[in-house]
Structures are given as C-alpha cells and as structure tokens.
C-alpha cells in the first residue's frame, strides 16, 4: 500500500526527470510544452470522470429522498387503510409498514444510524484492508462498474508514454 504522499513524490521524481532530460538535451521547453500538455489532458481527464459520476450520484440521491417521503407520507396512508379491513397482511406489507412505522415514529434513531454508518464505512474504506476490498468490489458497480480501473490505467500508460518520450529511463 502507498500513501498519498508517495504518490505525489512520485510525481514530482517524474516532473524532476522529465525537466532533467530536457535540460539535457536542450529541449527544455519542449519538454515543458509536452508536460504541460500532459497535465492538462490529465486534469480533463479527471473532470470528464467526475461528470460521469455525478449523474449516478444524483439519480441514487433522488431514489433516496424518494423512498423516504414515500415511507413517511404514503404508506402510514394506506396502513391506515389497510387496517380497516382487519385483514392479515402478506409478509412483504408487513415489513414494508413497519419499516415505514420506524422512520415516522424514532427517525432521530434512523438518521443517527444512516450516519454512522457512513462513517463507519469511510472509515473501513479507508483503512488499508478496506480500500483493498473497495477497489476489488468497485467493477462489480451496477452504474460505476470498471470506469474508476480504466481511468486510471489511462493515466498510468498516458505517464509511461510520456515518460518515454520525453526520454526518461525506466
């Protein structure tokens, strides 16, 4: 596992010896031009990746709410309902009521346990055997699937190839 500040060292030993082999060879600003180049394509990159992830992210947030004004105004209604007739309810309406029953009646509970659970999973996640278990879970995403791996083996061959053209030794 390596940390974020190796990482970033890395990529200034890969700045430092890119400028190196321009100084070298005289064709420093080239050099330059081509890493600046790269960093921008790099950095567009990126942002076209967070774009793609933002329409899943907003559409998952909506589904939310959705459930949840459909727990607390919607089914407490035709709970109501259903309790008129006094008759035996299927087990999946059964559930279903108390669930909705739960979120109307203890939802500072609720809200306590969704954020802990957040919290407990950012936390796992960022833990050195949960991001393992992270980056092996994320392909199996529905929406996500395997763009976090392809961007990121993008932007290791786009730096090898950069490396190598700029005359870095490997």
């Known amino acids: 596992p390596t940390s974020i500040g190796e990482v970033r060292k890395g990529r200034l030993v890969f700045y430092v010896s890119v400028g190196r082999v321009g100084q070298t060879s005289g064709h420093i600003e080239q050099e330059f031009r081509k890493l600046g180049t790269y960093l921008e394509r790099e950095k567009k990159t990126r942002d076209q990746l967070k774009a793609a992830m933002r329409y899943p992210a907003f559409v998952l947030g909506a589904i939310t709410i959705a459930v949840i004004i459909i727990n607390i105004f919607v089914i407490p209604a035709f709970s109501a309902m259903f309790e008129t007739f006094g008759a035996e309810l299927p087990l999946p309406t059964r559930i279903l009521i108390t669930t909705s029953d739960a979120m109307v009646h203890h939802w500072q509970a609720m809200i306590a346990l969704a954020v802990a659970a957040f919290l407990g999973l950012r936390?796992?996640?960022?833990?050195?055997?949960?991001?393992?278990?992270?980056?092996?879970?994320?392909?199996?995403?529905?929406?996500?699937?395997?763009?976090?791996?392809?961007?990121?083996?993008?932007?290791?061959?786009?730096?090898?190839?950069?490396?190598?053209?700029?005359?870095?030794?490997?």
């Open 123 to 170: 936390f796992y996640v960022h833990s050195d055997t949960g991001r393992h278990k992270w980056h092996k879970f994320q392909p199996r995403l529905p929406v996500v699937g395997n763009i976090p791996h392809l961007d990121a083996l993008a932007r290791c061959v786009s730096a090898f190839a950069q490396a190598l053209r700029a005359g870095v030794t490997i």
